[in-house]
């Protein structure tokens, strides 16, 4: 994927430019919500129009953003679509289809799930910052649930790999089994397209419910700590908002890492094919 980086830089990095501050609001919420709080309690209306203001700004960045995605990962998908399918005219019907689908599912990470990636990763930056302020233990069992998150997944990216390797393949076999006429053949191939995906379902399955133990248990950790250790309504309430949506980023990195598994397969693959090979 670093090809098409760099091919389209331009382009991505004004994406990613109105990415990044969208995710800014939205890390600023939970603090903003909860300075509304106090100063509502102190008879003030400034945090209700602070709130107010950044509601306003993050939604019309969201908006431009979107409008700017669309457009821009279009151009690119219709450019490197047309460019793959005149260079590898050598090669099998069911091999150009499966790519050309694979391609799409390149170009749709970027437009779909990096500015989910992005928000997630600055929101647990930001998160972890604010929370460092706010309550120090609290921030100290949110670096303990990411550390054995990574670790979780980090043992099992392998395994994941191996098994989008067998899916891809049978995705490249797909259109010959079909043309084939030959039901036993059809049949042998979707058979093998389906343990492939119970095999990830499955791995997927296991990890996230692993994962969710750590995140419940960091909940009611936090809980009880930002009662003991915060003084004010609106921070308690900041805090604990914060570890909601620490855990949120935290259940949804780990599909992002195993898209990208998916998607580096799929990218090697793409390359020989761009380069002229089969």
Same mark, same amino acid.
């Given at each position: 994927m670093r090809p098409l980086l760099r091919r389209f830089a331009g382009r991505l990095s004004l994406t990613l430019a109105l990415v990044v501050l969208e995710a800014a609001g939205w890390i600023l919420f939970p603090l903003v919500i909860g300075r509304a709080i106090d100063s509502v309690l102190a008879n003030s209306a400034r945090g209700p129009y602070e709130l107010a203001i950044l509601g306003i700004v993050t939604m019309g960045i969201a908006v431009v953003r979107r409008l700017a995605d669309s457009r821009a990962y279009a151009g690119i998908? @219709? @450019?490197l679509g047309e460019e793959m399918a005149g260079? @590898?005219?050598? /090669?099998? /019907?069911s091999t150009r289809t499966a790519r050309l689908g694979m391609l799409r599912e390149i170009v749709e990470f970027f437009e779909n799930s990096l500015p989910e990636l992005v928000n997630s990763v600055l929101g647990l930056g930001g998160i972890m910052l604010i929370v460092a302020t706010l309550n120090f233990p609290v921030f100290v069992g949110c670096l303990a649930a990411a550390a054995a998150t990574v670790a979780l997944y980090a043992l099992t990216g392998r395994l994941t790999t191996r098994y989008n390797r067998g899916l891809n393949d049978e995705h490249e076999r797909q259109v010959? @089994?079909?043309d084939s006429g030959d039901p036993g053949r059809l049949g042998e191939h979707l058979r093998a397209m389906m343990r492939w995906n119970i095999r990830l379902s499955d791995l997927e399955a296991a990890n996230f419910?692993?994962?969710w133990v750590f995140m419940i248990a #960091? #909940?009611?950790f936090a809980v009880g700590a930002s009662v003991r250790e915060t003084a004010e309504y609106g921070a308690v309430f900041a805090v604990v908002m914060y570890v909601f949506q620490f855990m949120e980023s935290m259940m949804l990195l780990p599909f992002f890492y195993q898209e990208w598994l998916r998607l580096r397969e799929i990218s090697g693959r793409l390359a020989g094919a761009l380069a002229g090979g089969d």
């Open positions: 998908y @219709a @450019a260079i @590898a005219e050598g /090669t099998g /019907t010959d @089994a079909v419910g692993i994962n #960091l #909940l009611v």
